[in-house]
């Protein structure tokens, strides 16, 4: 049912969720070619000695990891990064062979036991944890060496040691027998801001501790420190990697990185009207009767609500397109469903289909415009659409 004349492939929310494909009430919409423009758009921006590590954390911030990781990687991405073990399993399972990071912390046997049987990468992060990883691979007789990457903190205040240590903590992993250092990097807590101090003050402690690194004549692998925003703000940021998430889904981490470089938004959010009509003045509208109609109004349901990851907290205070309208979001959102003000198009049929997120003739309406709505950040907006939408792949 889907007005697309574009191949339609089902992603893995597909898989995980076959028969909510089949209700047809709302869905996301996963554009392809502009992941694939979005990455070679990165690429460009990147002189030849530097990779792109693609960002698949979180399903690919809500994109499907598995249809994501496949288009990146043909894209001109060749590291792909994950948060968790699952989430490096998910991608193995589908028979991806790129080397996978995992960049949150791991510590438990069963996590380094998936960790070799999967060929994934672990991020160090303590001189416990990694002689945890060196005596679990002698207990288990690892014949190779396992890579990893060590993992420390310039200024975010997150994982690993502090850059004053990081030099000690690298010359202890090199000395540990079955594992080999594929790379050393940090992570950047404020490179989305206009004002670069706090992130020249961590590029800055990055260089001392790698210049005492090199000082030890340990050889220097892949360093790596830039996120989106330092991708676009610096090529002297970029090192051997950068780690891209939110600009290959074709979004900014802010508007002052708007000019460095064209990206398309990759997802859509779509939904269908499942009932039109008309309610009297005075009637009041949804849980709590937060709207009243001033005047007779048509009114449509749509079949979207909270469950599927649109914030209750946007109540009336969205649009979605319809036939390039913009149309008014009235009363209270609830768990499945919402309803709109659809007074200007009296024709309006069951069965239509509405974006909220995405780009309907001229309308367009971005993630964003929800974040700046919520006060939050458009990372946390893509993240929290559930599995119950089915995440369609047009390509
Ligand atoms: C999530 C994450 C990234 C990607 O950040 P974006 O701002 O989405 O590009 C990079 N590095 C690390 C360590 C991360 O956790």
């Given at each position: 049912m889907l007005s697309h004349e574009q191949t339609?492939?089902?992603?893995?929310?597909?898989?995980?969720?076959?028969?909510?494909?089949?209700?047809?009430?709302?869905?996301?919409?996963?554009?392809l070619a502009a992941l694939s423009y979005n990455v070679q758009q990165i690429v460009k921006l990147l002189s030849s000695r530097t990779q792109l590590m693609a960002v698949v954390k979180a399903d690919a911030y809500g994109h499907g990891a598995v249809t994501v990781a496949q288009t990146v990687l043909h894209s001109g991405a060749s590291w792909?990064?994950?948060?968790?073990?699952p989430e490096g399993i998910e991608l193995r399972e589908a028979g991806i062979k790129a080397p996978i990071l995992i960049l949150g912390a791991t510590h438990t046997l069963e996590q380094i036991h998936a960790i070799v049987q999967w060929k994934l990468q672990p991020t160090l992060i303590s001189p416990k944890q990694a002689?945890?990883?060196?005596?679990?691979?002698?207990?288990?007789?690892?014949?190779?060496?396992?890579?990893?990457?060590?993992?420390?903190d310039t200024g975010m205040?997150?994982?690993?040691?502090?850059?004053?240590?990081?030099?000690?903590?690298v010359q202890l992993v090199q000395g540990l027998p079955n594992l080999r250092i594929a790379s050393?990097?940090?992570?950047l807590a404020t490179a989305e801001n206009s004002d670069q101090t706090v992130m020249r003050q961590q590029q800055q402690?990055?260089?001392?501790?790698?210049?005492?690194?090199?000082?030890?004549?340990?050889?220097?692998?892949?360093l790596h420190l830039a996120n989106s925003a330092a991708t676009l703000t610096d090529d002297a940021l970029h090192y051997d990697m950068v780690r891209v998430g939110l600009a290959v889904y074709g979004l900014y981490p802010d508007v002052h990185l708007c000019s460095r470089i064209d990206l398309k938004p990759v997802l859509q959010v779509k939904a269908r009207v499942t009932q039109v009509k008309s309610i009297a003045k005075g009637s009041g509208v949804s849980y709590g009767h937060q709207f009243v109609a001033e005047r007779e109004l048509h009114l449509a349901v749509v079949?979207?609500?909270?469950?599927?990851?649109?914030?209750?907290?946007?109540?009336?205070?969205?649009?979605?397109?319809?036939?390039?309208?913009?149309?008014?979001?009235?009363?209270?959102?609830?768990?499945?469903?919402?309803?709109?003000?659809?007074?200007?198009?009296?024709?309006?049929?069951?069965?239509?289909?509405?974006?909220?997120?995405?780009?309907?003739?001229?309308?367009?309406?971005?993630?964003?415009?929800?974040?700046?709505?919520?006060?939050?950040?458009?990372?946390?907006?893509?993240c929290g659409f559930k599995h119950r939408l089915p995440r369609v792949a047009l390509m």
């Open positions: 339609l492939s089902l992603t893995s929310g597909w898989q995980r969720n076959t028969y909510a494909w089949l209700s047809q009430r709302a869905w996301i919409e996963i554009d792909l990064g994950v948060a968790t073990v002689l945890l990883f060196s005596d679990t691979l002698k207990a288990i007789d690892y014949h190779s060496h396992l890579h990893v990457h060590v993992k420390f205040s997150r994982l690993g040691p502090s850059w004053r240590e990081a030099a000690e903590f050393i990097y940090s992570h402690r990055f260089e001392t501790a790698i210049a005492q690194i090199s000082a030890m004549k340990i050889e220097p692998p892949l079949g979207i609500g909270y469950a599927d990851g649109v914030p209750r907290h946007l109540s009336q205070k969205i649009q979605v397109l319809i036939r390039g309208q913009r149309i008014p979001q009235i009363g209270a959102i609830t768990m499945d469903q919402m309803m709109l003000d659809v007074s200007t198009i009296p024709d309006l049929q069951e069965g239509e289909v509405v974006t909220l997120i995405g780009q309907d003739e001229g309308e367009k309406i971005s993630a964003e415009d929800w974040a700046n709505q919520l006060n939050t950040i458009s990372w946390e907006i893509l």
